[in-house]
């Protein structure tokens, strides 16, 4: 095949058109109709959804059930969801594993919409007859007054045209996900008319979920090889890994959505939160504290910190003494032992610096919880001090080889100022940036012991650099908190 350029004016766009094309081809391509109104609302309309949930909703459709086509719903920013529409919803997914690369056609996505510039375009879709199910990737951040708008604003018009209520199934990064979202509707329900609420809470269901998949934001690299491998332009390409979970509560407006989904590969159980913790503690938690690392030691890639000895080292202790035995989850170490198969990906590129995206927010729902529990049970959890305190040398915003790089935090500037105040000054660096409750909550920022702790990892990473501390810290040297 020839070298595809993106910017090549010869090369089509994919378009549904294509697919017989595609097909002749050898690609799997989408055979159901895809012309009929969606049933499934999504909002938060990424790379995640396009990977995980529209892949799901893809082997619905494939089983000829039609009930799953997709309205995707951009938040606030209309490229993609203009470029997707453009292509007719189709895009390309590359999944890699050690086996090597594969390419599908995801198509469960029919349309799309952008909650910004057409909110009631949006809110009469989910209210239509025959929506059944909203789904929501709208980040980890929180849901504010744009979500509650756009969702109670739809429910109220399904009460009034009696349209009855809907599946709503957060798939956010968030634990007790659905009930954020449950909570944040009957609030704005209540405001309105209490009437309203007591209706959202006896029509429409909000269940609980974990989802998994490692889905890095999309480079030029990867658009060029889905040209490369389509003999079109694509972009909405997205590339992940082969792994994929949805853990999901047995909670749905329609019982037999459970079964299924189960025909799909979701796990429908009874209890998420198992689920949830390890997914935030031990992925998401050892992911943070990874790319914090690797950040300072100046490595580009996931896999590239996994390559690293000490750091993979590092790694599979956080998980195995640190995290996993706070958690509830009965097969913990095979999902860390999956987990680190996972990180060694080399074709993922899974970059340290994507990772870092928000931090302040992401440290609450990762990282918290295992330190408080891990010190309610009389231990100290010297990998997670190790990671805080590779945080806050990761603020300084310049790596070990004297490379400078960009924070992308929403307090970004406030916690470089106080990281750079406090260089060389380890204790007075971990009481200003390990102490607002905002980030570690009340409890652990007067926790005596911890902040010791942090600061005896921060003074050795700065003295000696991250490698040695790293030896110190595996070696069983630990501080004198006395």
């Not at 055979?31 to 799901?56: C, K, W």
């Not at 047995?250 to 959505?257: K, Q």
């Not at 960009?406 to 000054?425: F, I």
């Amino acid at each position: 095949m020839e070298d595809c350029s993106l910017a090549d004016a010869a090369l089509p766009r994919l378009q549904a058109t294509m697919l017989t094309a595609l097909a002749a081809r050898g690609w799997d391509v989408p055979e159901y109709a895809r012309s009929g109104e969606p049933g499934v609302i999504h909002l938060g309309l990424g790379g995640f959804h396009r990977a995980h949930q529209a892949l799901v909703f893809d082997a619905l459709l494939r089983q000829a059930d039609t009930r799953w086509g997709v309205l995707g719903v951009g938040m606030n920013h209309a490229a993609l969801a203009d470029a997707l529409a453009a292509q007719d919803g189709l895009y390309a997914v590359r999944v890699a594993d050690h086996q090597g690369l594969r390419w599908q056609l995801g198509g469960a996505i029919w349309r799309t919409a952008v909650a910004a510039r057409e909110p009631q375009r949006v809110m009469a879709a989910i209210a239509a007859p025959g929506t059944r199910w909203v789904t929501l990737t709208v980040t980890e951040k929180g849901h504010g007054e744009q979500l509650a708008n756009l969702l109670v604003g739809a429910l109220q018009d399904r009460q009034a045209k009696a349209a009855g209520g809907l599946t709503i199934a957060s798939c956010d990064n968030q634990r007790g996900n659905g009930n954020a979202v449950r909570d944040l509707c009957l609030d704005e329900a209540r405001r309105r008319d209490p009437a309203l609420a007591h209706w959202i809470t006896e029509a429409c269901a909000f269940p609980n979920s974990m989802v998994d998949r490692i889905v890095p934001a999309a480079t030029a690299d990867m658009l060029e090889q889905a040209a490369q491998a389509l003999e079109m332009q694509d972009a909405g390409a997205v590339g992940t890994e082969a792994f994929w979970e949805w853990v999901i509560e047995d909670r749905f407006v329609d019982a037999g959505d459970a079964d299924v989904l189960r025909r799909v590969g979701v796990r429908v159980v009874a209890d998420v939160l198992p689920f949830e913790d390890a997914k935030l503690r031990m992925l998401n938690g050892s992911h943070t504290a990874l790319a914090c690392i690797g950040a300072v030691l100046g490595l580009e890639h996931v896999h590239d910190c996994v390559a690293d000895a000490r750091v993979e080292q590092f790694v599979r202790s956080f998980m195995s003494e640190d995290v996993g035995p706070q958690l509830t989850r009965a097969d913990w170490p095979a999902y860390r032992d999956a987990l680190l198969q996972r990180f060694a990906n080399p074709s993922l590129c899974h970059r340290v610096h994507q990772i870092c995206l928000d931090t302040s927010q992401k440290i609450p729902q990762r990282w918290v919880a295992t330190a408080l529990a891990a010190l309610g049970a009389g231990q100290l959890p010297q990998h997670l001090a190790f990671a805080a305190a590779a945080w806050i040398r990761y603020l300084r915003g310049v790596d070990e080889q004297g490379r400078a790089y960009a924070l992308d935090d929403p307090m970004a500037t406030a916690l470089q100022a106080l990281a750079r105040q406090h260089a060389g000054q380890p204790r007075q660096a971990v009481a200003a940036l390990c102490t607002p409750v905002a980030i570690w909550g009340a409890e652990l920022a007067v926790c005596a012991r911890w902040l010791a702790s942090v600061s005896h990892w921060l003074e050795r990473i700065e003295q000696a650099g991250v490698h040695r501390a790293l030896d110190d810290l595996e070696n069983g040297v630990r501080p004198d908190l006395t």
